[in-house]
């Protein structure tokens, strides 16, 4: 996650012993784990939250997105907190959050209730995942132990996906979709209680807390995706949509005013002035909405029309992460021969070519004809972009920004996917509500008495049914389309904007940036 922007000498390693450091590390990846598998252990658990909770297609989305733009919008500010108050007292209290916020998830008896743990969760990974990164330079000698404690911790992310879709598979078929929120408690109790014996802390440093700054971004962020959301049930023109955009628009300009004025501002905009790091910026923002979309979707059309389980669901989404790993080793081992562009504008490419392959799912599309072939495109693609943008991301940033710039690529990544994913659904659910609109007539001509008093009352076609099938495969295709056009975006951006050349990346590489 972020890297805090006091990665640096200044910070003397005091642990002893190798079996100790160790230990040290297994709490701080423990952390990082725990924090990751939240971002797809819960969409393979979607379609039985909102059968359980009485969720719409539509109002849905926010159990994800009500976690991102929490975690996006505060994850500056948590590594600043960790910086001022003690690195290991701030890791302790945010992962001690996040286990309280997820045993609340898991006895949830609403919608309210659920979101509102959601977003505390995300307050929780947003003060817990800055500062475990940050752990590691207190903790471990600069030099090759720190190196190789990065290069764990950076494995057990890049892993944290694939294990987080097993996971939710698993807890969801064998146990309950609950137990995708449970499973954090006793890891958060554990970690809190070896954090003390085994973590040393950090020397507080003097600064100050951009509150303002993070209220109005975060706060922002969530008005205009309300508003999207809004729109996609009440229409463009219903007072509430229009106000939440309004809020949302002025917030932001706060948010820019209050960041130029203040001494120590949560993100330091003059990052945007070097075309690189905007173009990564931009890239990343509007390719992850297309793979939130794809999580999301494809898991509730994978179980809900293809008729998976939980488990086969989570088990048909593991060649997208293997193909997202595999391209990164490649653009990390070709990157200072062929340059951060190459891989850039080739991997938009590829992600242009699977978005607009899943435009052409069908009601009767299987997962080898339907999601197996657009879905690794996709990933490979992905794959390629990431350590090209993390490593212009921070390119020429002195070391004390070096935290902020690395931070502002993960927030990036976090409100791009909300965002997006808002954007998508109101699409989706524009498109589906057209199609469903068109085969109402022939629906009630041939259903059952109940099956017609269920559709009256929920205006949902039963899941199972040809007409529910296709709905939803007619929205998701016209969300991908969307998707599509937010790619495009980024090839542009890619081909146009970027010019960064091998020459221009940090000497020391990637070393300190975790995917």
Known sequence: ?????????????????????????????????????DATIVNIALPHIKGALGFSDTTLSWVINAYTLVFGGLLLLGGRAGDILGRRRVFIAGTLL????????????????????????????AVCAPTAFALIATNFEEGPERNRAFGVFSA??????????????LLTQYLDWRWVFFVNVPIAVAIAVAAPRYINESERRPGRFDLPGALTSTIGLCALVYGFIRAASNGWSDPATVASFAGGVVLLAAFVVIERRTAQPITPLHLFRDRNRTGGLVMMLCLTAAMFGIFFYITIFA???????????????????????????????????????????????????????????????????GILGPTVVFGFGMGLIFVPVMLISVAGVPGHETGAASGLLNSMQQIGGAVGLSILTTVFTSAAKDRATALVPGFLKSASPAQAQQFQASHEFPPGSSQYADTLAHGIGQAFLVGTGMALLSLIVALFVVKAKASDLPAEGAAGIAL
């Open 1 to 37: 996650m972020a890297l805090s922007d006091t990665l640096s000498k200044s910070d003397p390693p005091r642990a002893a012993g190798s079996s100790r450091k160790g230990l040290a590390l297994t709490v701080i990846a423990a952390s990082q784990l725990m924090v990751v598998l």
């Open 98 to 125: 996040f286990g309280l916020a997820s045993l609340l998830g898991g006895f949830a008896q609403d919608s309210t209730m659920l979101l509102a743990s959601r977003a505390l969760q995300g307050i929780g990974g």
């Open 156 to 169: 057990v992310a890049g892993s944290g996906a694939a294990i987080g879709l097993l996971a939710g598979g």
């Open 303 to 369: 179980q809900t029309v293809i008729g998976y389980s939980p488990l086969k669901a989570g088990v048909a989404f593991l060649p997208i992460s293997a193909a997202i790993i595999v391209a990164a080793q490649i653009a990390s081992t070709f990157q200072a021969r062929l340059g951060p562009k190459a891989f850039m504008a080739g991997g938009a490419a590829l992600v242009v070519a699977g978005l607009g392959w899943l435009t052409q799912l069908k009601a009767d599309s299987g997962y080898v004809d």
